[in-house]
């Protein structure tokens, strides 16, 4: 399994679209990091489908300072239809000055899929606009 930076690349709504159909193919589980403790809805939404939820500092992509909630999702074409309905995930524009990160409708909680194996497919450490994927993931 190799593991690609993948930012910038969902920027476009079209694209994100088509990630989330082949995630759906392949996803068993996620992992929701509530980053922003008042941007709940997906857990509001999804609460029956919850696996387990524990305060971390580290999870796919990120490493804090201060410790986060994790749920762990099951995933469902219920999930997947929710997904849909943001622009995307997180925007990454590269200009003289860098990267910079664009908030979305989707906000800065960060998001990772795992295929049956619990192996990540995706994840986002969303704030910062950062993608990394699977390599198989698109093929």
Not at 24 to 51: G, H, M, N, P
Not at 53 to 82: D, H, P
Not at 102 to 125: M, Q
Request: glycine share 6%; charged share 30%.
């Amino acid at each position: 399994m190799k593991l690609l930076g993948y930012t910038g690349k969902l920027n476009r709504h079209a694209d994100y679209l088509y990630a989330v159909k082949l995630l759906e193919a392949k996803c068993d589980r996620i992992e929701y990091v509530l980053v922003d403790e008042d941007d709940t809805e997906l857990i509001e939404q999804f609460q029956d489908s919850i696996i387990s939820v524990k305060a971390q500092n580290k999870w796919w992509g990120t490493k804090s300072a201060g410790g986060s909630k994790v749920y762990t999702i099951s995933a469902s074409k219920e999930l997947f239809r929710y997904l849909r309905k943001f622009e995307t995930f997180c925007k990454c524009v590269t200009s003289d000055f860098g990267d910079n990160a664009v908030r979305t409708d989707f906000g800065i909680n960060d998001i990772a899929f795992f295929d049956k194996n619990e192996l990540p497919l995706l994840f986002t450490t969303t704030h910062e606009g950062y993608i990394t994927v699977r390599s198989d993931l698109f093929s």
